[in-house]
Nanobody, 127 residues
Framework: QVQLVESGGGLVQTGGSLRLSCAVS????????MGWFRQAPGKERELVAT????????SYRDSVRGRFIISGDSAKGTEYLQMNSLKPEDTAVYYC????????????????????WGQGTQVTVSS
């Protein structure tokens, strides 16, 4: 059974940075396709970033590309989302998600491909 636990959310001013962490147990980070999603009030859950299990392929939504970085540390069993130059529109609950794949370079852009989900962590960016 894979469990994901997010941490690192909080309140930050516009232009600030936060690093979200996702502690992964039950399987190694390098055996999973990892993704970060977010959901703002009244909006659908949207993909922020995804990373293949071999770490060679990443994808970001356009609005965060160049500001956010997804990465994983198998030794620590943790997935990260480094968020820089934060904007008020980044305010949302952020979720860590994991999925299975045969090919090492597979990434998933839709929530339905992710099997495991964390409970979410709130990120609030003040203007």
């Amino acid at each position: 059974q894979v469990q994901l636990v997010e941490s690192g959310g909080g309140l930050v001013q516009t232009g600030g940075s936060l690093r979200l962490s996702c502690a992964v147990s039950g399987r190694t980070v390098s055996s999973l396709v990892m993704g970060w999603f977010r959901q703002a009030p009244g909006k659908e859950r949207e993909l922020v970033a995804t990373r293949s299990k071999n770490g060679e392929v990443t994808s970001y939504r356009d609005s965060v590309r160049g500001r956010f970085i997804i990465s994983g540390d198998s030794a620590k069993g943790t997935e990260y989302l480094q968020m820089n130059s934060l904007k008020p529109e980044d305010t949302a609950v952020y979720y860590c998600a994991a999925g299975a794949a045969v090919l090492g370079g597979t990434i998933y852009n839709t929530p339905r491909n992710y099997i495991y989900w964390g409970q979410g962590t709130q990120v609030t960016v003040s203007s």
